[in-house]
């Protein structure tokens, strides 16, 4: 089993930056792929970002690239997603999840433990 906490969410303005933690229990952290995904108010849940379990590769979403970062220390249990250039339409709940996902990094069904989530506004 693996638990996983968000913290690191808030209000900003356009432009502003933030980080996002997400600290892992369990054993087996480090052999999992780390994702992120976010649902803003009325739309589906979807993919922003992934990293694989040695940190190697990460993949993000288009309309997320350029601007947000993953990155994982599995000494920390912890992954992280540095956002900048925030817009409001970045707007939403994001949730950190881990699974086994192989090469459907960007597939919401294929990962097996989800956070609570952590809410950011960002407004104009």
């Known amino acids: 089993q693996v638990q996983l906490v968000e913290s690191g969410g808030g209000l900003v303005q356009a432009g502003a930056s933030l980080r996002l933690s997400c600290a892992a229990s369990g054993r087996t952290f480090s052999t999992y792929t780390m994702g992120w995904f976010r649902q803003a108010p009325g739309k589906e849940r979807e993919f922003v970002a992934a990293?694989?379990?040695?940190?190697?590769?990460?993949y993000s979403a288009d309309s997320v690239k350029g601007r947000f970062t993953i990155s994982r220390d599995n000494a920390k249990n912890t992954v992280y997603l540095q956002m900048n250039s925030l817009q409001p339409e970045d707007t939403a709940v994001y949730y950190c999840?881990?699974?086994?996902?192989?090469?459907?990094?960007?597939?919401?069904?294929?990962?097996?433990?989800w956070g609570q989530g952590t809410q950011i506004t960002v407004s104009s």
């Open positions: 999840t881990a699974g086994e996902v192989g090469a459907f990094v960007s597939s919401l069904q294929r990962y097996r433990f």
């Open positions: 990293i694989t379990w040695s940190g190697g590769t990460s």
